[in-house]
């Protein structure tokens, strides 16, 4: 259990960070590069097999590792953007949510299973992601209270599907920890050639500040996803039930960082909606 924990706090440290570099006026891109080289640092540490670069580069799913690292940097930043933007418990619901869309897939590609608890799951997450998103009536409309989030939603499922696909399809068990570091690799580089194209975000990334916050979110990055690794070779709660528990925490810890540090401020609806996006993940993940 004590993985899980450090999975949910490093998932939670992400988008308080992603938060904190508006108030100190840190670009974010920046940030965002340092953090996928750090994330590189800690996978080549953790990784067990010395010899992956040999073994990579007559892998199958190599190109697809690329492709969702350039995924990766641009869905990031869009997740700190929206976090700016709309705040942390809109922008959270609205990736945890996303998982809708490869487990609708995993329906009708891989003939996977569905039953009426499923479905139900499938129809409160996205009565959950509306309700999140609906705006005081107090304050003026604004397209991209909406926009913003429904992108990332969009986008954060379409990288679950393309993944899930890659592991059903090419990966086997041994080779996720090397598909996670090209990945992230892939992004670091990513954003390094576009920073050619923008010479003050390449100067940014040397900043004392942005390579701090940048190694924090690179350790939290990593830390979310091996620890939840982790988390699922150890613990006996089954694979749906640790995801389950991992994602509503992950919700729960984060609205309440985002009321007590934040001051962030929720309707009626939004906080109903963020309670039907906790019932929607337990739906999908089997604990009921």
Same mark, same amino acid.
């Given at each position: ?6 999975? *949910? ?10 938060? !904190? ?25 953790? /990784?067990?097999?010395? /010899?992956? *670069?040999? $073994?990579?580069?007559?892998? $199958?799913? /190599? ?11 641009? /869905? ?24 809708? @869309? ?8 891989? +003939? ?13 997450? *996205? #009565? ?7 705006? +005081?009536?107090? !304050? ?26 890659? $592991? ?16 992230? #690799?892939? #992004? ?32 939290? +990055? ?8 982790? #988390?699922? $070779? ?11 528990? +991992?994602?509503?925490?992950? *919700?729960?810890?984060?609205? @309440? ?32």
């Amino acid at each position: 259990m004590i993985f899980l924990i450090f999975s *949910i706090i490093s998932s939670v440290i992400i988008v308080v960070i992603f938060k !904190t570099t508006e108030h100190y006026s840190i670009p974010l891109f920046p940030v965002i590069i340092v953090n996928y080289f750090t994330a590189v640092v800690w996978s080549l540490i953790a /990784l067990d097999n010395k /010899l992956f *670069i040999s $073994q990579t580069i007559h892998k $199958q799913w /190599l190109p697809i590792g690329f492709a969702i690292g350039i995924i990766l940097i641009a /869905l990031f930043f869009v997740v700190g953007y929206t976090t700016k933007k709309i705040g942390i418990s809109k922008t959270i619901i609205s990736a945890k949510l996303s998982v809708i @869309l490869p487990i609708s897939f995993s329906f009708l590609y891989f +003939n996977e299973s569905v039953d009426t608890i499923k479905i139900l799951g499938i129809i409160t997450g *996205i #009565a959950a992601v509306f309700l999140t998103l609906y705006p +005081n009536t107090r !304050t003026k409309f604004n397209t991209k209270h909406f926009i913003l989030p429904l992108v990332l939603f969009v986008g954060m499922g379409t990288l679950d599907l393309l993944i899930k696909y890659t $592991q059903q399809t090419y990966l086997s068990p041994k080779d996720v920890a090397l598909f996670t570091l090209v990945s992230f #690799a892939s #992004a670091g580089l990513s954003g390094t050639i576009f920073t050619l194209f923008k010479p003050n975000y390449f100067r940014m990334i040397l900043i004392p500040k942005t390579l701090l916050f940048g190694f924090i979110l690179g350790s939290s +990055n990593f830390g979310s996803m091996y620890f939840l690794i982790l #988390a699922l $070779q150890k613990t006996h709660i089954g694979s749906a039930a640790v995801f389950g528990i +991992n994602n509503v925490a992950i *919700i729960l810890v984060s609205v @309440l960082a985002a009321f007590a540090v934040f001051k962030e401020k929720i309707t009626y609806i939004n906080a109903f909606g963020i309670v039907v996006s906790m019932v929607s993940i337990l739906l999908l993940s089997r604990i009921f």
